[in-house]
């Protein structure tokens, strides 16, 4: 109360409202006799202002009409003045009338005075938010206020936009847009596939069709860019927009899905550039917080391979679940170093200990475990690039098949309760070092199930997009380069799914694990790795096999044509989450 006092503000808009108040009581005599008030209502007046300037004013302060921030009114402020003059309204009449009984004042006058009032102050108020708004624009006359945003004449070029999607977020959007001055779009219209919104206008701005209109718009030329704000959309949704609107050359950005955004409200922070995990086509994951939270919050954890593409993503939906410790064990002392700062400053809440050593080394990790008492142990260091190993075999062996041996060991030794081996669709009928030395690895996990409290599983999938040697990072390298962008053959596919998602799906299947159990994560369809080279081309603006060139550079040693999930004969079961399957066995 004392700030609001303080401010100049304050006694600007007291006098402002004072002055409305007493002007709209005026005229209400003025417009209830025809502009010649009697000298009898003239008394009346005089006697009963300065009551109904206190009562008005009080009641203002009241419903909080001074605590507001004058360039952000929004509805919830339009609507406390409604609330702040009915009800210093409806006071004044009930107090005249239990005093006197109306006798000489016309009833009238206080529904006018009401009606007036409500009118002044809200309009006030909105026309404060207009001006400062439009100041900041660089906009000073009257008519470019009013005047519509598609008719102005700008002092600094703005980019030219459309959105797609006129629902809730798409409005959001345009009223944020609109209202930060620092964004510098002007929004064309939307375009929707609804036809109940087509024809309709958002704050002005027209919808003016069907998403796939948007060709023909951009033949037309003046649009610079696309917004995608359909968070609601399903992942096949979502390819198709982005498939259409792909096909028009423009740079194309849109806000993440309901499954990525943590407060589920869209904004303009959260716009980022589409990515090919848009094109993948994956719904969101559901878990099962209660059953994946018993063994995860309040207990001391241990991701190995901590700073990696999987580990550290792991280590980042781990901290949702509370642990008690989160123990960050990697060997690359830079990497360990930069997710240190990471998590100290988007998750101060989270007890971390970075640890900096080598699976391969026993001694250490009989000294980590005996020092921190894991409770949980998600094992994700491994050597995991096919031609590397394959150049380098003994490394390879030390790392994935030694290294999984030493840390399972300590596990067991230390009596562990969990301990999660992440695998990969490349231990299936391996035909290379990476993959053999992987399923070496779920054979030694496995095999340590047998009459121990530890619940020892593993966990196989294909692989990840946006990992830092991925083959989409590799392939967004030489595009920036103008290409080639090199394949290996013409046919060669491969599984794929997002970091987050293969992260979550871990945490699931580690709740379900009873103890040597090999799950294996739903993968979808196998995509040609050759169209997903065309996909991330025409995503960067160009036109495949004429902007860029796609260069076919043949197997690499080692590499598979394609790759599985299970081997002939082994069979996989259903679980009771759609995502995840159990080797039978």
């Keep these: 109360m004392k700030n609001i006092i303080r401010s100049k503000n304050f006694y600007l808009m007291l006098f402002f409202d004072a002055s409305l108040i007493i002007g709209s009581y005026l005229l209400s005599y003025l417009l209830r006799f025809e502009w010649q008030v009697p000298q009898r209502e003239w008394q009346n007046f005089n006697s009963t202002l300065p009551y109904i300037l206190i009562f008005k004013l009080f009641s203002f302060w009241f419903f909080g009409l001074y605590r507001g921030m004058y360039r952000y009114i929004s509805l919830v402020d339009l609507l406390n003045v409604i609330k702040a003059t009915a009800t210093s309204s409806a006071s004044i009449i009930l107090a005249i009338l239990f005093l006197y009984r109306f006798e000489g004042f016309p009833r009238s006058v206080f529904i006018i005075d009401w009606i007036l009032t409500l009118v002044f102050i809200g309009g006030l108020r909105v026309s404060i938010r207009l001006f400062l708004l439009e100041k900041e624009r660089g906009f000073f006359s009257l008519r470019q206020v009013f005047q519509p945003r598609s008719e102005r004449v700008l002092s600094k070029p703005e980019k030219s936009l459309i959105i797609i999607g006129a629902g809730d977020a798409g409005e959001k959007m345009l009223r944020e847009i609109r209202d930060n001055s620092r964004l510098n779009y002007n929004v064309l219209g939307f375009l929707d596939d609804d036809p109940r919104k087509q024809g309709m206008k958002i704050h002005g701005v027209p919808v003016l069709g069907p998403i796939y ?62 990515s090919f995990e848009d094109l993948l086509g994956r719904d969101p994951v559901n878990l099962d917080v209660r059953t994946i939270g018993d063994y995860l919050t309040d207990k001391v954890l241990l991701v190995s391979g901590a700073a990696g593409s999987i580990g550290s993503e792991l280590c980042r939906q781990i901290t949702k679940f509370h642990p008690q410790n989160l123990i960050l064990l990697d060997k690359t002392e830079n990497s360990l170093f930069h997710l240190e700062m990471e998590f100290r400053q988007m998750f101060p809440q989270t007890f971390i200990t970075p640890v900096l050593g080598d699976v391969q080394n026993r001694g250490f990790l009989d000294r980590l475990f005996a020092a921190y008492r894991p409770q949980g142990v998600f094992h994700s260091a491994a050597y995991k690039h096919v031609p590397i190993v394959e150049l380098n075999p003994w490394e390879g062996v030390f790392n994935n098949i030694i290294g999984t041996r030493n840390i399972v060991e300590a596990s067991h030794q230390y009596e562990t309760e969990r301990f999660i081996m992440i695998s990969t669709d490349k231990a299936v009928r391996p035909a290379n070092v990476m993959g053999a030395t992987k399923r070496f690895a779920e054979m030694i996990t496995s095999g340590y199930a047998t009459s121990n409290p530890t619940k020892f599983v593993s966990v196989r999938f294909g692989n990840v997009i946006g990992s830092e040697g991925s083959v989409v990072h590799l392939f967004k390298k030489q595009i920036e380069r103008f290409g080639p962008v090199t394949v ?84 996989i079961i259903r679980t009771d989450y759609e995502k995840i399957f159990v080797l039978k066995g």
């Design 213 to 274: 209109k948007i060709q023909q718009l951009a033949s037309q030329g003046g649009i610079d860019e696309i917004l995608i704000v359909v968070p609601s959309a399903s992942a096949r949704q979502m390819r198709g927009i982005i498939e259409i609107c792909g096909k028009t050359g423009l740079k194309i950005q849109t806000t993440p899905g309901m499954g990525e955004l943590i407060n589920g409200k869209v904004s303009f922070k959260t716009i980022r550039e589409v």
């Design 488 to 571: 290996t053959h013409p046919e060669i596919t491969r599984y794929f799914m997002t970091i987050p998602e293969a992260c979550k799906l871990i945490l699931q299947a580690g709740a379900m694990g009873e103890g040597g159990e090999v799950f294996i994560l739903d993968m979808g369809t196998p995509i040609k790795i050759a169209n997903m080279a065309r996909d991330l081309i025409r995503l960067s603006g160009f036109k495949p096999d004429e902007d860029i060139e796609i260069k076919f550079i043949g197997l690499r040693p080692g590499e598979k044509l394609y790759e599985e999930l299970i081997t002939e004969g082994e069979g």
